[in-house]
């Protein structure tokens, strides 16, 4: 092995001394890491992709596992290597080094080859990677190749578990970790070693942190139960194929050029030969999966228990036409005997691949075009013919060499399913034929409910033979007789409802069922308003039994009895339909009603707070109406604190308040963070917490860390419930998760507030240092601050005997004490403290963003070459980095959109840190008075309308402007380059750049103070706005407004970091801009003529090309081809041209030479330069006729 890898790493450093420049490896770690990114390159990157992807992998491969960022690692791989040589080195991956990398992919594979026809071994011995059988997979983006692992197929699990045993006990590193293959495995080749850890990782078995190896918790649940599941589960969830070898064998034993063949066909877009395949089958025979007697593989038992119903029966439709055809009539190719096809179309794109997608067994549904009618159903009984010649009138070229299977069992209705009118333009299908049409790309029908052009041989999913068997029993009958599952479908999972023991459960067994049944949905949206609802929310908030209302609320309640009775006969037979249970006193019809109103409730934005309770009492009438003889006292009546924001929450809200016990040490990291924290175990009660509850926190006396002094026991603060979130196990914030720590337990589930308050001095606690780097002396002093004027336990305990006869629950952690609707211990003890709290931050103002931006942010956008994953890395280091963002490009290339989608995944994903996104568009005439505030009156008569200090745009995003809650929204500010930016921004350049700054203002005679959290207090003061250290200001700049970058003064631009969001570059070839817009087309779901997609690429091309720096991107192009798309009456050049004048025009305002762009447009055919030369002169004021 040794011997080996110093061959190959010797050929390859002879490959970089030829291609690369003579100095390349002077720096010996540039040599390392230049070796390790062409390694990975070579042998862990999907050949199918670019060389820029491949190279962009490598790259940031080795800058996970150097413990780098990736621009480092870039640096070394371009910039370093040849700034002596070229100018301009900011091109140098695209220009110099990927030529370089495909020259020495090419001597590479060259020499592996000749050593195969030297040895005549197949590849299987040398566990080469060849072009085609690396990780390009299946559609669904897994890789295509396995890595062995150590010992042979019998042992290979066994060294898996001491392997995973090892990394278990001593969490090793790199070193560490090659020693142990040497000593326990007498394993020598590092190379090797290394190929096969990156093969766990990439399967989701090991970790890798900080350059330390652990499990992940899938191989914590092998290492602990040995169950095998949990290994195939990891294979199949991140490798093709091994699903098609098991089912290949399914139907008898195999050889392996059998299965080599099986798998070649499933897969034909790759080449798979024995040396591949032959590792996934190994697995599986480690796995007891598959075993091997006399050259001939079978599946065992096991095996065939993985195979379950995963694939299943599937469903085909074949959209095509009998009249005028006289094959479809009769003979062996008539309709319900054959289903057929070229196997390319004519431009020589697989459009029919899911001829070989299909099964035999499966099912396929006939679908007539030109009458828009399904005439039956058969079944596919034949394999896939690829050699299938057709008939003369079918003139396919000998490329097109076509596919046929063999039907049976066809059944012909007697009764057509009229397609338009029965499900394509029946209203009540409609919001379930967009979700079909989203999940699923090959569907018979368009996003505009047409029939797609092409589209001979779809899928038909559950979803949509859900809506067919709706409307037609005849298919239904059909499909029973010929055995076909109909409970798989997703109307027919759901057995009756029996009872359901909380309105939680009734809830999500009810939504559930009316999403997946055909048709139905909350119709009860359609007949009332969010203002009623609104009204209905707050009449049955705090109902109970006993409850005395208002005439005028009683009239509130009286409505909603009243609709109930209205549509009580609709909401039985949905009910039936959906076999929908009861909830406790309430008929599934009630209940049901209870349902579609919380889930009103909730779209309202208001609180779900109709239950079981309240609508039984509602709809019984079961309550008294106020007359002048019971007319009771005031809501406060009773309370100290009538007007404090937590005991006015509690009387207004239908919430439940609970209290927290904890260490007086854990309440230090509380507040450092703004939030609580659950163990796992504590899942249950996590999940409980709502919106809106509010939770007490109680120090226990005693400390966790043992060093540190007993404090006085009792309730230190409390907050208002915004929502709950987590974090990672190997995050460690509070004591108990360090390493030292009493339990080492992990607190991955989190708490955060809405508003939160201490009875304590936050100001004299350092929350930018976590509790384990400060010492005992030190955390004890504070310890004492953040308890200070608590409410003692004994007093705590005696408000809650004198209300309930209960003492206060001190041994839980987390405890009910009751809802605010009634006198309880919990609104008795959160109005006592009312008096002793201050409000402090629900943000963790001090604490950075460390996260990481996933590529599921850009979902549904399309970036060629990898574009999309280079700028959020770009973007996800500047949010590390402190700096703020100007996203930058021509029109129309995302710039907006992924600020936006950043921005709603921070607020989602790290709600202790960011409390909500703002987004906005700058005008010319933006000054301070907009982003800072200032002066205006206060519109109060009593007062004459004094001037108060009226906060602007981003103070707005940092403090509330009702009750000063400090806030952190980072704010998108749209087309930024439209504000004067030095007469826009003014004293926020001082404050971005980390001093603060007094403003020219005062709020109640004192000074408006705006500074950097570092620089301010932990409980800021309504006059003092901060600025977390995680706050961030977004902006997009159009390249067609280039001038305004420059005008910018330099103090603004050095605060921020510029991101590029570049047009693509356009191919110069016709076919190959023809399949470049294809894939746009298709990502968008736009179907029109290949003629017109081409057309709209040359219009896009000539936009981009006429005039430098001057050019559009993807989305101005999607408004064009989906403008065509929707008007089709009128011909392709007017179409066209009216699409030009739509979209393209409107960007040339103000440019200069537009009229030179406008020209080079004119020139693509079909546009009609007349009409374009119109639309000119009057939107843009400019000619494009030659000769004016």
Known sequence: MVEDSDRSDAFLNELLDQYLPAKWDDSPSREKQIMAVTQVFLEDTDPNESTKERRHTAQKRIAEDSGVVISTIQAKCGRETWEDSVEDSSSVHAEYFDPALEKVEAAWRDDQQGQLERTGKDSSENNLSTPDDSFGGGSDGRRMTVDRFFGGVESRLSNLRSLLQYVADATPNESELEEWFHAELNEEGDSTIQKYLSFQRSIGMLERTDREYRLSSRAEEYLETENRDVVFDALVENVDGFETILYSLESGPKSKDEIQEAMQTQYPDHRLPWGVVVRHVEWLESLGAVTKQDGVYSVTEYGESLLGDEQGTRVWIEKTSVEGHQYKQEGELRLGNAIYSPSQDSGGYDRYATMREASVGDFVIHLLQDVEQVVGVSQISSELETDFEGLPEFDWSEEQEGYRRLLTNYREFDTPIDVRGELLDEETFEKSLQEIRAEYSKIFYNQNRGFVQGGYFTQCPPELLDLFVTVSDELAAALEELDFPLESLPSHRFGPADEYETVAAAESDILKRVKTAPGESNWLADQLGETIVRDWTDALRGLEPGSVVSVERSTKLTQIRGLYADVKEQLEAQAVTLQSGSLNHLSPSETLFVVFLRELQEHAG?????????????????????????????????????????????????????????????????????????????????????????????SRSNPSWEDLEAQESGLIGGGIVRTTTSKSDTESWWYDEHEGGPKGNSFPLLVVFERLFTTGQLNEVDLTTQVVEKTAAQVSAELQSVTRNLVPFDRADEICREVSGKGFPRHRVIESLGTGTEQSRGVALTDVLAGRVTEVPPVALHKPFTGSLPDSILDGLYFPDGEGKEILEQIQVALQTGKHLILTGPPGTGKTEIARRVCEYLESEYPYLFSGSQMTTATADWSTFDTVGGYMPDGDSSTDNALEFSPGLILNRLKQRQDATQLNEPLVIDELNRADIDKAFGQLFTVLSGQPVQLPYTRDDVEISLAPAEQSLNAPAPHQYVIPASWRLFATLNTYDKTSLYEMSYAFMRRFAFIRVPAPTLPTDSAALQGMMREYAGRWNINIEDAELLSVGKVWRATNSAVEDRSVGPAVVRDI??????????????????????????????????????REIARVQPIDETLLDDAARDMLQVTISENE
């Open 606 to 698: 208001e609180q779900s707070n109709a239950n079981q309770v309240k609508i039984k009492l509602v709809l019984r009438e079961e309550y008294e109406i106020e007359t002048p003889d019971n007319t009771g006292g005031s809501s406060g009546a009773g309370l100290e604190n009538p007007g404090h924001p937590l005991v006015d929450h509690l009387s207004t809200s239908d919430v439940e308040v609970y209290k927290f016990t904890a260490p007086p040490d854990y309440w230090l990291t509380t507040f450092e963070y703004a939030a609580l924290s659950f163990e796992r175990d504590e899942r249950e009660a996590w999940n409980k917490l709502n919106q809106g509850d509010i939770i007490l926190f109680h």
């Open 1121 to 1158: 081809l989906a403008a065509m798309e929707a008007h089709r009456t009128a011909s392709a050049s007017i179409r066209l041209t009216q699409a030009v004048i739509s979209f393209i025009c409107p960007q040339l305002e103000g440019v200069r030479k537009r009229e030179d762009i406008l």
